[in-house]
Each structure stands twice: as C-alpha cells, then as structure tokens.
C-alpha cells in the first residue's frame, strides 16, 4: 500500500470530523459527538500507518536505517507530523477530561494544517537526506520541535476559546484581542487563498508564491484601489466580529465547559510543552548546530526565533507562577506564544529567507 | 515590590533587580529587538538590507538607505554583538542572579522545614481532603494506614493527640529548588559562552587536495595558528544514485605534529576531526583557482585476464593496460559531463559533478575505439575487448572548506544543558508533596481522614491520594472478613 493513500484517508477524515464537532457543539446531539470521535480516531490510524509506510519507503531510499532516514525533513512532512501530534494531543485531552467540545476547536487547526497542503501543492515527493541533515540528533530534535508544538498549539485554542468565554464587556483589551485576533487569522488566511487563485499560474511553488507574491492580490497591490479596498474589508471584517462575537461567547458556554478547565489546560499544555521545547529545540538543536558547523549559537533567524518563542512562554510561566497572573492576562500570552512558533516554524523559513533570498534572485 | 521612601538607593536598586517585573521587561526588550535582528540580514552586504527594507515597507531605494543608515548606526547591523544587546543580556544574568538571592532563603526554609502534625481543624484547610469510614477498631486501620503510606513510597511518622492518631509524611522537599536549578543553568550556559569568547576562536580554511598548512584564516584573512600540521589527502562529493543530489561531502585528513604523521580520519558533515582541542568540520569545498588541467586523473587499468595497474595521467598522456597489447591516449578531460539533444558532448558546470575523460584506444582485438569514460558510470568503464578501464579520481583541483573551531567553554555550555534538563524536569514535573492521615475511632467503626497538599501539579498528587484511598479501601474489606 502507497502511504499518499492513507494520507488521503486522514485528511478526510479530519475534515470530515472538524465538521461533526462544529455540528456537535451546535446541536449537541450524542451520537453526531461520538460519530466525531470515531472518525477522528480512524484518521489518526490512518495517518499513523501512511508517516510509518512514508518512514520505511524514506529510509530505504536513503539506504541509512529506520533512526537516521526519518521523514521530518521539508515543510510537508513536518506538517503531517505537527497534525499527528496535535490529534493525538486532543485525543488524550477528549479522554482525560471526558468532553468532546474542544474538538471544535483543534480538529479545524489540523484542517487547516492539511487543506494548506493540499491547496499549496507543496512538493511531497520524496527527497533524500542532504549531508547536514544526516545526523542521529535529527529524530530527536525534530520530533521533540513538534511535540511541543503540537502542545502550544494546544494552549493556543484552550487559551482563545478561554477568553472568548470570560469577556463582556466589547470595550474590555481582552475582548477587543481575541477578536483582532480571530479577524487577523480570517484575513491572512483569506488574503493568501486571494494570492493563490490570482497568481497560480505565474508561479512553480508554494515558497516561491510566498516568497514572491505574498498579499500582492490584496494589500501590496500595485493598484491603490485595491489595496485601500483591502484595508477597508478587513477593517470591516473585524468590525462585524467585534460587534457579533459574543454568539461566539454563547456557542462555547453551551457545552458546559469550565473558564477554569480552559486555564487548566492551558497552563498544563505549556508546562508540559515548555521543557519539551527547551530539551528537543534549543538544546538539543544546539548540540547539533555545534556538531554540524562548529558553532552552538550562531544566531540565525530560525534560532533567534525559537529564542523569541521560549522568552514568549518563559514570560507565560513567570508571570504566572510569581506574579500570580490568572486568567485573561495569562491567556493572552498563550495566544501570542503561539503567534511566535507560527512565525518560528513557516515564517522564518518562507518570508525571512524570501527577504534574504530576493538579492541573490 | 512597594516603594518605599526610607529605603537607601542601594536596596531600591537591589529591589528592581530582584523584581520579577524587570525580568519580563529584559525579556520583552530582547525578544522585540531580536526580531529586528531576524529580519535585517546581519553582518551583510548593505545594498542587501536595503532590498529588503524597500520590500518590507515599500521605501524607495533612497530612504531604504537613510533608513538603513539609521539602523546600522544603532548597531541593528551586527546587533547580537552590539554593546547595547550585550549589555541587556548582562543585565538579564544580573536580574537571575539577585531575583534568585533574594527569593533563596524563603524557598531554602520551606524546603528544609520538616513536616508537623496537623490539628483537626486545620485538616480541612488543606487542598487535597478525602475521609472514609471502615469497620474495626483503629488498631487496624492504623496498621493498613502505614502500610499503604509506605506504599505510595511516604515514610509516615506518627503523632497521638486526644482527637486520635494522625500518621504524617512527606516527599520531594527539595525540588521547590528545581526553578533555581534551572536558572543556575543558564549562567553555566552564558559562562561557558563568554569562556569561548575570550578563549577560543572561530576561523576557516579553505585546503586543496595534497596541501599542508599549520594555520587557518579568521575574518579579514588574520592567520591562526593551529600547534600542528594538517593535509588535505583527497576530497569528495558522493551523490545520491546517478543524480545531481549530494549525498556526503567527505574529506581525508592527515595530522602531522614535528614533521611525525599522529592520525588520519575522514571528516563528513555532522562527523567533524578533534586534535588538541580544535575541531575541523566540513562545511564546504570548492575548486581552486585557475587549475584547468593541472589535475591527475588517476585510473585503475585491468586486462582480460585480471592483471591490474593503477596509472597517473593527465589530458594528451598516453598507457598500456597492462599484459596487453592496448594502448591508451586521453584526449580530453569534462568535469561535468553531458550529452545535448543532437548528441554533442558539453560540459554543464564548472565542479566535478560528473567528471569523465575521452580516451582513444588503438591496438583492441576489433581494431580501434574512442569513446567517453566516466566516473559515476561504471558502465562506460568496459572495453569492447573484455579489458577495463576504471576511472578513480580527478584528483588536485578541489579543496575543502573547513569550519574551524576551538571552544574551551562548550564543554560548561553542555554541562548547563544538562543542569537545565534536570532542573525542568524537576520543575515541571516533580513537586514537594505532604499527606496527613489522621485515625479516629468512633462507636465500634474508625473513621480516616486524609489531607494532602502539592506545591505544583496539584492534579497528579491528588490521583495518587485516590489510591491511598482505594488500598484503604480494599484493606478494610479483607480485613473484616
């Protein structure tokens, strides 16, 4: 069996059970709730059959052995092992804390995760391991990278969906934050899919439509008129979010969960992400770094980022182990914390080095 | 911390040191500075930076200038080497350093303080309760008690009071210093930095095939000496099947030390050479300048019946093969070799990708024969008369780019690497944890109460008072059998 069949398995079966969640926590009608949960179950068994399938085909390729030819190599690859983890992270949080109503919320990350695959047509052919990255340090270090991210992104949406829940008030920062940034995520979501239907045709790749065009359909259009129309949308959109998002408010306090559970699973994804991305990222990519080019710290933008992302949770847990911070405040940080492994993870790679790239082109 | 008036400058300094609110704000500082840094290339070309400020913000290339002109005059260039970053990571060391002094002996206290008997109504103030009733006198569920404390890995001391008998105990004090652990390993990190900078280097060396040298190059070309002699032997790339894909970079490396050969290793990526504490690592190679044809085609000849002699040749050189009356003339040398569609030969780069030589053979058993013979295609090796020509090496045009490093200090880096594993792992995943079971007996039953607190991870302790409650249980019932 091809392991691109499985994969195909997964994604509709995420997709599918992104679409029993939201109907759940809609109507919560029980059986379309365990219906959810089946289907979910399913895709990640399948999903965990296609990375094994990927990962003997990966090694074999490479003729190096199943611990050095592991296949977390380029952005498509880690995206399938970033949305692995992630459903088996809400898995284990469906069963320990015996609710279905997060799965609204997570399974439409992985959703995302994989239509911006497939919409992207990033490569998923095989290649083989370049010489830097043929190292034992590679399993451990990218694995444990996802990990803990799978786990902040976790706390991303506990952290959200706990704020959506404890504001009133539309003047309240807090409310005013997470509608700014529900609208932020529609937008950029919105104004990339706008870049792919316009200049699909001008370019070879995902990166290079990144790197060369990105919001060129909307906000860095040559056209002012366009680019004034954009603004004036988004403006708009997140007007409308700000004015109707208290619906958002009384969808989530009608499945019954806690302000206090959402905290707990917040604080708990990041306690258990953070040193898990303390050892796998910076340590040891550290170590790696050092063995591969005789330098631990070079400060490049991926490592300075990770930096920014560490200082982003090490300011969450502080603040709210010292300084006694509950609640909004706390929540807030978790959503940004999670801002900085998106830009860690996709930004630095496509638009950092698109920046640099563009004066060698 | 509250201001105060009567307080000296001193302790005022020392209170925002100690201050976790300074804390944030170095970090917040660090992290929003560091982003600039990210996205202006540092240590670049300027006409870069300027690209990519006129990007970014869409400045014409003029103002990308000015505004490039400003930013590098606050060091945002090199910045992560700026006295102003440098200064912020001393200060952030200075804020660990004092927030941890001055929070050291509260925490020193409640880890050393030993647990005391609870009176009954302070029980019920205790974050963790649970209580239930079992048969039998309190003898037996004093005896059960102990045994399942011991159980859960507690070692209960026992306290009589005239409400009962309360066994307490308690584990884990001193992982309240975990977080302290943690933050002394980033200082070990940062010495260990600072030990590097100022006692180690960071150069390169660029060193051709069959070269010797006993210095390598810092920026702007200054010489290091390295203490020894080292020789490039050979240098070579591998490629993933017939393709253009590198599978290793791999350099043969001899050391010599007062003129004695001391050790031979071949280096790859990921694989570096240590000699007396510097490191070589491959990072690159390239081809030496003007060195068109000065290279030496090494070849393996092999007659029909299996003689076999290595030859050094270059381009216009003629050989036998040995035991055979085959002659050989190379007429031309491609480093890159390729076929375009009409069938002429050409070569596509200037490395030796696919290197190849053009050889005229004279004297085969079916007459003549020219043909192509090339390294990565063992194929194009045979002759037509059962002889074979192997093709070995182009040896002498290449060179090897070598990171070269000494570094006293990663050794303390890795040491506060693995201080820090073991100080989150205490932090985050073990706590200070304390249980108080107190026994009363009442009208023929006795009746447990049990009061437990966790000063992290609340949760977890609190499934594991469920099994104490649960071996209780179980105990109770074999017992009253």
Avoid at chain 2, 6 to 35: E, G, H, P, Q, Y
Avoid at chain 2, 135 to 158: M, N, R
Avoid at chain 2, 465 to 479: Q, R, Y
Wanted: proline share 3%.
């Amino acid at each position: 069996m091809n392991s691109s069949v499985f994969f195909g398995l997964s994604s509709v079966a995420y997709i599918l059970a992104m679409i029993l969640y939201i109907a759940y926590l809609a109507f919560r009608n029980n059986t379309v709730g365990i219906t959810a949960t089946i289907v979910t179950v399913a895709g990640f068994v399948s999903q965990t059959m296609a990375i094994l399938i990927r990962w003997k085909e990966f090694a074999e390729i490479g003729n190096m052995g199943l611990l050095r030819g592991v296949p977390l190599t380029n952005l498509y690859e880690s995206l399938i092992f970033f949305v692995w983890c992630l459903i088996l992270a809400y898995l284990v949080i469906e069963f320990k804390y015996k609710t279905r109503s997060f799965g609204a919320f997570i399974t439409p990350v992985a959703g995302l995760a994989l239509a911006f695959i497939d919409i992207s047509g990033m490569s998923k052919n095989i290649q083989p391991l370049v010489p830097a990255l043929q190292s034992n340090w590679l399993l451990a270090h990218v694995m444990m990278s996802f990990i803990a991210y799978s786990m902040f992104a976790v706390s991303f949406s506990t952290g959200l969906m706990y704020l959506i829940v404890t504001t009133d008030d539309k003047k309240e920062p807090a409310y005013i934050f997470w509608t700014g940034m529900l609208s932020l995520f529609i937008i950029v979501l919105a104004a990339m899919g706008l870049d792919y239907l316009t200049f699909k045709l001008a370019v070879k790749s995902q990166e290079e439509l990144i790197r060369s065009f990105l919001f060129k359909a909307s906000f860095r259009s040559e056209s002012g008129a366009v680019t004034a129309l954009s603004f004036a949308v988004s403006a708009g959109l997140f007007f409308l979010i700000w004015r109707f998002g208290g619906i958002l408010k009384k969808v989530i306090a009608g499945v019954n969960i806690s302000a206090d559970t959402l905290d707990d699973i917040t604080y708990k994804s990041i306690a258990m992400g953070f040193p898990i991305f303390t050892l796998g990222g910076l340590i040891f990519g550290a170590i790696w770094a050092d063995q591969a080019w005789g330098k631990y710290w070079t400060w490049d933008p991926k490592e300075t980022w990770s930096l920014i992302t560490w200082f982003f949770y090490a300011f969450y847990l502080h603040s709210r182990l010292m300084r006694g911070w509950k609640g909004k405040k706390v929540a807030i940080v978790a959503v940004l914390g999670f801002l900085a492994v998106i830009f860690t993870y996709l930004g630095v790679n496509l638009l950092l080095s698109g920046l640099h790239s563009y004066g060698s082109e | 911390m509250e201001k105060q008036n009567n307080k000296s400058i001193t302790d005022r300094v020392w209170d925002l040191f100690a201050s976790v609110k300074l804390a944030i704000v170095i970090f917040t500082i660090i992290a929003s500075t560091s982003m600039v840094g990210t996205i202006l290339e540092q240590q670049a070309d300027p006409e870069k930076n300027v690209k990519v400020l006129s990007k970014m913000f869409g400045l014409g290339h003029d103002s990308a200038h000015s505004a490039l002109k400003v930013l590098d005059s606050l060091g945002f260039t090199n910045m992560y080497h700026s006295w102003w970053f440098v200064t912020l990571l001393l200060l952030f060391c200075a804020n660990l350093i004092i927030c941890s002094i001055d929070r050291l002996p509260h925490i020193w206290k409640l880890a050393r303080e030993h647990i005391q008997p609870l009176p009954p109504e302070l029980l019920d103030k205790v974050a963790i309760k649970r209580s239930l009733t079992i048969k039998g006198k309190a003898s037996g569920a004093k005896e059960l008690s102990v045994a399942a404390l011991l159980k859960l890995g507690f070692k209960p001391a026992e306290a009589t009071s005239a409400n009962g008998v309360q066994f307490y105990a308690e584990k884990g004090n001193y992982t309240r210093l975990g977080v302290y652990v943690t933050h002394l390993s980033l200082l070990v990190i940062l010495a260990g930095a600072m030990i590097g900078l100022f006692f180690g280097f960071n150069a390169f060396l660029n060193l051709p095939e069959g070269e010797t040298t006993s210095v390598a190059y810092k920026d702007r070309g200054t010489e290091v000496p390295l203490g020894f002699e080292l020789r490039c032997d050979n240098f070579e790339v591998d490629y993933y099947g017939q393709g253009d894909m590198p599978k290793s970079y791999k350099s043969w490396l001899t050391v010599f030390k007062n003129g004695k050969e001391i050790l031979k290793k071949s280096i790859v990526v990921n694989d570096p050479l240590t000699f007396e504490g510097i490191t070589f690592y491959q990072s690159s190679y390239g081809k030496v300048p003007n060195s068109e044809g000065r290279g030496i085609i090494i070849l393996r000849a092999v007659a029909a019946n299996g003689t076999a002699q290595n030859i050094q040749a270059k381009v216009g050189d003629s050989f036998m093969i040995p035991g055979s009356s085959v002659q050989g003339r190379i007429l031309d040398f491609s480093p890159a070799l390729s076929v375009d569609p009409t069938g002429r030969y050409f070569s596509y780069d200037e490395m030796l990708k696919n290197p190849a030589i053009q050889v005229a053979f004279t004297g085969l058993k079916d007459g003549n024969y020219t043909g192509w013979i090339l390294k990565r295609y063992p194929n194009s090796w045979n002759l037509p008369g059962g002889e074979r020509l192997e093709f070995l090496d182009y040896w002498g045009v290449e060179y090897t780019g070598m990171q070269v490093r000494k570094d006293p200090g990663v050794f303390i880096v890795y040491l506060g690497c693995i201080i820090m594993a073991l100080g989150l792992y205490v932090t985050f995943f073990m706590s200070h944890r304390r249980v108080w079971v107190q026994i009363a007996e009442d009208k023929g039953s006795t009746r447990i109460t049990i009061a437990a607190s966790a000063h992290r991870n609340k949760a977890a302790f609190e499934n594991r008072i469920d099994k104490l409650v649960g071996i209780l249980n179980a105990g109770s019932k074999g017992e009253s059998k």
